[in-house]
């Protein structure tokens, strides 16, 4: 689960917009965090949902909240809406992309599973796992089979970084690359790349928000600066992403 920044609430002539009704936050989000699942990872091709991390159901008030959105496929907002315990818990017993650390907290596998990672603390572990079980993104019941999904993503990915090595280019990082975000599910690149710093660190600055906070090391080594890295590859980001505000949605 990638860990991404919002930022403040978007302006109109440097005042805060205030959004008439929450589908009007969509393109704004869009360009700061990418047309990406905030749960399953994946590229949004249809009906890009406005998730709300409190529901509207529970906490009216926050409806129209730029700071209660997330972007989500339509699966995945209806997995979370339905699970009994999202109007039974508060949001503090969970991990949230928007505030917390969502990559490192999680292992991915060949098999599609995410599984909780063994090495953090217990009590950590409980809130990860009670994650996973909110947003189901282990459940092979869905209609959007995602678990199958990943599993896919991880064979592209994990064949990929075979071709890297037979072929180390900068023409054959960029191809990655440009798979990955046209794909989504950066989690699983990030794990299947996990020993190409400077693959990782393309995927890092072209997925949009990513919140580089939690990647420190990542950028120890200092080869390649993110802002150099980006200037690199950011024409590729481009082609995928959103240009404007001015783009219309349907909501
Ligand atoms: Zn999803």
């Given at each position: 689960m990638r860990p991404i920044i919002r930022g403040d609430i978007p302006t109109e002539n440097a005042i805060p917009i205030t959004f008439a009704?929450?589908?009007?936050a969509l393109p704004h989000l869009v360009r700061r965090i990418?047309?990406?699942?905030?749960?399953?990872?994946k590229r949004i091709e249809n009906s890009p949902a406005i998730e709300h991390i409190c529901p509207k159901s529970v906490d009216p008030s926050l409806e129209l909240d730029w700071n209660n959105f997330l972007l989500a496929c339509k699966n995945c907002n209806s997995i979370k809406h339905v699970h009994p315990d999202n109007i039974n818990e508060?949001?503090?017993d969970y991990f949230w992309p928007d505030e917390d650390?969502?990559?490192?907290i999680f292992t991915y596998e060949y098999s599609g599973k995410i599984n909780v990672k063994n090495s953090i603390p217990p009590e950590i572990k409980e809130k990860a796992k009670k994650t996973l079980e909110l947003t189901g993104?282990?459940?092979?019941?869905?209609g959007d089979e995602i678990p199958l999904k990943r599993r896919e993503a991880w064979g592209v990915a994990t064949e990929s970084l075979s071709d890297l090595k037979k072929c180390e280019t900068e023409e054959m990082k960029r191809q990655i690359i440009r798979t990955a975000v046209s794909r989504g599910y950066w989690s699983v690149w990030m794990t299947v790349f996990r020993n190409e710093n400077n693959i990782l660190k393309s995927l890092i600055d072209l997925f949009p928000g990513t919140n580089t906070k939690y990647f420190s090391y990542i950028y120890?080594?200092?080869?390649?600066?993110k802002t150099e890295n980006s200037e690199k590859l950011i024409n590729l980001a481009n082609r995928f992403q959103i240009p404007n505000e001015q783009s219309s949605f349907h909501e």
């Open positions: 009704h929450y589908g009007k990418g047309l990406y699942c905030s749960y399953c990872g508060s949001k503090k650390d969502t990559f490192n993104l282990n459940r092979y019941d869905r120890q080594d200092n080869l390649l600066s």
